[in-house]
């Protein structure tokens, strides 16, 4: 049963938002009725357009919302068998993509309703990179996805002949009726960026790349009382997510050694500094690549700037800005950026939000434990399925 409350709270705020949009009273009384009569009750496209914006907006951990407004949602309710989210998610890496002129874009499936629920997506983002543990301890890929990548093996996924570093995984859906499904996603839907370096040659050698689109893919959307438990939406990288992090954190591809030979530097002593040095020149390729590839990525010292444009102007909207301090502050040369000397108000507990649940990030990054007991009669053709990318609307 949908929360009465929840429900007129954000009829309220979407109408104080959108004072053009009719009559809230009557809005009010319909949602009541449609609770009373169906336990539930449906967005107007416009409402869920906003609640996604809003959701955006109170999202604590992002720097990037000064953009919340621009944010495009695909309305794909609808959509509600695996393999029509499945396409959908093709469609969505597509249109965010955009050659390259990366658009901030989500698209939301059926939402939970008493008497049904809506699709799951495990990915934690729609492109993940497969990891493979070897026998001597070390990784080939990304570590944070050995347990995902052995999941969707035993269930039927082949990984390529031979195995890479940057293995695109499949996409693991669920929906009550039909269980859970594995589809490939289509090449020409992945963008990738061969990482260069604009002064060291040695470094294309090292043979690293990173996706175009970083499209989250495992939190609910909560807008006024309703579920939606996938939604997969994007923005665009700052550089220093994949420079600073993904390639970096020594239980990710934990490359500042590699990286930090090629250069010469001395690593007998931490005093050297080796680590940052390398830093700096990973985070440079990251920034130079996507650059010249004609790929959207931002910088951490313009997005600190542009982050407290977004506070300063929502404090002129009359609205305190929610935001995580530990999340806010990029996590290389924090200090040198102006995020990092100020506080900032608590992340908000009502009105849309996206919703990150433990059996999420369960999922994201082992592939279970499933949500739903398994159907009755399961389906057999649990081998991975190529979606068609670029048809579906
Ligand atoms: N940090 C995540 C990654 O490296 C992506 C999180 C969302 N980032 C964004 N720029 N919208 O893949």
Redesign the pocket.
């Given at each position: 049963m949908t929360d009465l409350a929840a429900a007129e709270e954000f009829i309220e705020l979407f109408h104080a938002e959108n004072p053009n949009a009719g009559s809230v009273r009557d809005r009010i009384a319909w949602v009541r009725a449609e609770i009373d009569e169906t336990g539930t009750y449906q967005h107007t496209e416009d409402e869920l357009a906003f609640g996604a914006r809003v959701a955006w907006r109170n999202s604590a951990r992002?720097?990037?919302r000064l953009y919340w407004k621009s944010l495009r949602v695909r309305d794909l309710r609808s959509a509600e068998d695996a393999s029509s989210v499945a396409t959908h998610c093709a469609e969505h890496l597509r249109l965010a993509t955009n050659k390259g002129k990366i658009r901030?874009l989500i698209s939301v499936f059926a939402p939970d309703r008493p008497d049904a629920p809506g699709p799951r997506i495990y990915n934690d983002?729609l492109i993940r990179y497969a990891g493979y543990p070897e026998p001597d301890g070390s990784t080939v890929g990304d570590p944070q996805y050995t347990g995902f990548t052995k999941t969707v093996t035993a269930m039927g996924w082949q990984a390529p002949k031979s195995r890479g570093a940057f293995d695109v995984l499949p996409l693991l859906i669920e929906t009550r009726d039909e269980g859970q499904l594995l589809f490939t996603l289509p090449r020409k839907v992945v963008k990738e960026v061969p990482l260069r370096h604009p002064e060291f040659d040695w470094f294309a050698e090292l043979g690293l790349r990173?996706?175009a689109v970083?499209?989250?893919s495992n939190m609910r959307l909560c807008i006024g009382g309703i579920s939606y438990p996938a939604a997969p939406?994007?923005?665009?990288?700052?550089g220093t997510?994949?420079g600073a992090?993904?390639l970096t954190d020594a239980d990710r591809y934990d490359l500042l050694g590699v990286v930090a030979d090629r250069l010469g530097l001395d690593r007998s002593d931490e005093r050297t500094l080796w680590r940052d040095r390398a830093a700096v020149e990973i985070n440079r390729a990251v920034l130079h690549s996507y650059a010249e590839d004609g790929v959207t990525i931002?910088d951490h010292h313009t997005e600190s700037h542009r982050f407290l444009a977004h506070v300063a102007k929502e404090g002129r909207a009359g609205r305190g800005c929610p935001a995580d301090w530990s999340w806010i502050v990029p996590p290389m040369s924090g200090g040198l950026t102006p995020v990092f000397h100020r506080y900032y108000d608590d992340p908000e507990t009502t009105g849309p939000q996206f919703v990150l649940d433990p059996e999420s990030v369960q999922r994201g990054q082992h592939g279970g434990p499933r949500c739903f007991a398994e159907p009755e009669r399961p389906r057999r053709d649990t081998a991975p399925v190529l979606v068609t990318g670029g048809s579906a609307g």
């Open positions: 992002c720097i990037g901030p983002q990173w996706h970083p499209a989250i939406f994007n923005g665009w990288y700052m997510e994949i992090r993904n931002t």
